[in-house]
């Protein structure tokens, strides 16, 4: 049974991917949106048979750097195991859209910091700087400006 704060983050993480589907898919595009009834599939949704999978992730913004989780409760996930083509992620108020094929050549042939991180600290992920993801950025959204 899932608990009642991880529900959210499910819910939250829905309503994500919805904002990328608004940003990514055009009229005449075909979408797949795998069972949301579940938590966990090898993709968020297709679009003319491209998989993506959807991110949140403010550290970007924050501490410019990225987690990417590669390990949950000792088992591989994350990027060791999706099936998607591009993760989509969002932080702050920016979109990015970066190649899965990217990201696993930047861990193969870096070394980048691991940390526990996440829902109780379950998650495994690397560190790395967003300095390598600044050619992916989509969009980028201006806040409200105090003049």
Do not use: W
Not at 47 to 60: G, Q, S, T
Not at 79 to 103: F, H, M, N, Q, R
Not at 114 to 142: D, E, P, R, W
């Amino acid at each position: 049974m899932l608990d009642a704060d991880f529900k959210k983050l499910i819910s939250n993480a829905h309503k994500l991917e919805d904002e990328f589907i608004e940003l990514l898919k055009n009229e005449g595009d075909t979408l797949y949106i795998p069972s949301r009834t579940t938590p966990f599939s090898d993709y968020d949704f297709i679009i003319n048979d491209v998989k993506y999978e959807i991110k949140l992730d403010n550290n970007i913004s924050k501490n410019n750097m990225m987690l990417c989780e590669f390990k949950s409760r000792n088992k591989p996930s994350g990027i060791s195991i999706t099936k998607a083509d591009y993760y989509g992620i969002k932080s702050g108020d920016k979109y990015y859209l970066i190649p899965v094929k990217y990201i696993n050549d930047l861990i193969t042939n870096n070394s980048f910091k691991v940390i526990q991180t996440g829902y109780n600290k379950y998650s495994s992920c690397y560190l790395i700087q967003a300095h390598y993801f600044k050619q992916y950025i989509i969009k980028q959204t201006i806040e409200e400006l105090d003049f």
